[in-house]
């Protein structure tokens, strides 16, 4: 199973409104749970050939812990975002701010967008996906740097929907 059946799958799971769905296969099992509070999707890919066991677990700003020294900076940044809508990769890729190199980018700070609008691009196995905005309104911070590896689930792009 190829990482592209694994994101498809992942996608099916999310909209079928399933708890949990596993699958077993020759040499590999996969579990997919959904928790539905915070409305994300988490994986674990586990190999039963003779390879150590590998999990992928998608991990929120709020799980990282920040350094001693750091803290209250760290506190007050999570104070002035959560008024943001976080704009998070559903997949893993390489995240792209414009369509070829010689094309404008897509958004910029400060822009307005629309839900439905193009953010980014982010390329998976030569498939380039285009991620659109599911919020309207403006945006505060772009969070990755252009041709950028990302991982499922990291924050992209802060939006004020005011």
């Known amino acids: 199973m190829d990482l592209k059946e694994i994101q498809n799958l992942i996608k099916f799971v999310a909209k079928s409104g399933a708890s949990e769905v596993k699958l077993e296969m020759e040499d590999i099992k996969i579990t997919i749970k959904t928790v539905s509070e915070s409305d994300t999707t988490s994986v674990r890919y586990i190999s039963e050939a003779p390879l150590p066991q590998q999990a992928v677990v998608p991990v929120s700003n709020e799980q990282q812990q920040a350094p001693a020294n750091q803290a209250p900076a760290a ?24 369509p070829s190199p010689d094309k404008p980018l897509f958004v910029e700070v400060g822009q307005t967008i629309a839900e439905g609008d193009v953010l980014c691009i982010i390329e998976a196995m030569k498939l380039f996906n285009e991620i659109e905005s599911e919020v309207s309104g403006k945006i ?23």
């Open 75 to 98: 506190a007050a940044k999570t104070d002035d975002d959560s008024k943001y809508v976080t704009i998070k990769s559903p997949i893993i890729g390489t995240f792209y701010r414009k």
């Open 140 to 162: 505060v911070k772009i969070l990755v740097d252009d041709s950028s590896p990302v991982e499922f689930d990291q924050p992209l792009f802060l939006v004020d929907p005011s």
